[in-house]
């Protein structure tokens, strides 16, 4: 199910007790309370956003242990076509020493089943190893198949050695890409699909799965929004209950921008309907979902919708706000 809105989001500066290099490129920050206190629980799945700078903020996969309320810790890549944040994490954040931090939120959560395939590419390993690590403690059967452009470029494998044979590890320089089709050509009784990384591992994966696979079996988590018809929007009217006003809503403008214009809270990050910061309740309405989160059970459901990029078919819309 999706987490519903928190009403008073954890937010804080805390101190990077470490900051390593895990991999080329790929920075490992460890967080903690600066008086050492406790940090709100997560489970497996769960990000939070760091806050960067002045409309800087970019969400990052928890990847310690769910189990140590004093650390949190996060891996950042460091992308060539960055819009900013992964270059000031690994730029400036150690010299800084503190980071804002909200969260954390969990649209990628664990189902329990008596066996996981994970898939994992490159940076995409980050969520993977709480949930890994929870599917070895609850005695489910498990194994993860790891893809990276090579074995310099992969994070935490000496953490993942552990673990034995249930990790392959596929280095591209090495072995060429994870194969897909031998993986995911025939479905297994019992089993959920969790993968992380590229878009184009991503899209590959849901194709396989949707052609075989039981629905519901595939549990996924994009960093970039999933290529959609953004076209046709209309201008509809927005009824916010809570603040007792109504809006109208341009075809060339989110819903989002009209809140904040109209001087409603509400919190946003990516606006690209990737991170889940600005999912809202729906109180009635015809949603036109546009987001890469909600699956389509969720979105049949119309309990909630993104409203950075998400739109109203009907021509009302009322919502938690």
């Not at 206190?37 to 760091?50: C, F, K, R, V």
């Not at 452009?149 to 044979?165: I, N, P």
């Not at 201008?235 to 809006?247: H, K, Y």
């Not at 001087?263 to 979902?289: Q, R």
């Amino acid at each position: 199910m999706v987490t519903q809105p928190i009403v008073r989001e954890f937010e804080a500066d805390l101190t990077i007790v470490a900051a390593s290099e895990v991999a080329t490129d790929v920075l490992a920050l460890t967080l903690a309370a600066p008086d050492g206190s406790a940090l709100p629980p997560w489970t497996p799945g769960a990000h939070i956003d760091l806050v960067l700078g002045d409309d800087l903020v970019r969400q990052y996969s928890l990847c310690s242990s769910p189990g140590d309320s004093t650390q949190w810790r996060v891996g950042v890549l460091r992308a060539p076509d960055s819009r900013g944040g992964s270059k000031v994490v690994h730029a400036e954040l150690r010299e800084r020493g503190t980071v804002r931090v909200r969260g954390p939120r969990n649209h990628f959560p664990m189902v329990r089943s008596p066996r996981y395939l994970f898939v994992a590419g490159g940076i995409g390993i980050t969520p993977m190893l709480p949930m890994i690590a929870d599917a070895e403690a609850a005695g489910a059967e498990w194994r993860l198949v790891y893809g990276g452009r090579s074995r310099a470029s992969m994070a935490f494998l000496d953490e993942l050695a552990v673990y034995g044979d249930k990790v392959s590890v596929v280095p591209q320089d090495e072995a060429g890409m994870p194969d897909l089709d031998a993986l995911l050509g025939s479905p297994e009784p019992d089993t959920l699909v969790y993968t992380c990384g590229p878009t184009g591992l991503l899209d590959a994966i849901e194709a396989r799965c949707a052609a075989s696979w039981p629905v519901g079996a595939l549990h996924l988590e994009r960093f970039s929004a999933k290529a959609s018809d953004t076209s046709g929007g209309t201008a509809f009217e927005l009824v916010l209950q809570r603040s007792g006003l109504t809006l109208e809503v341009p075809a060339d403008r989110s819903i989002y921008d009209v809140c904040k214009a109209a001087g409603v809270s509400v919190v946003g990050s990516c606006l690209e309907g990737v991170c889940g910061t600005c999912e809202t309740e729906v109180v009635d309405g015809d949603i036109d979902h546009r987001d890469s989160i909600l699956n389509e059970e969720e979105k049949a459901s119309n309990e909630f919708m993104m409203i950075c990029v998400s739109r109203c078919r009907s021509g009302s819309l009322t919502l938690d706000l």
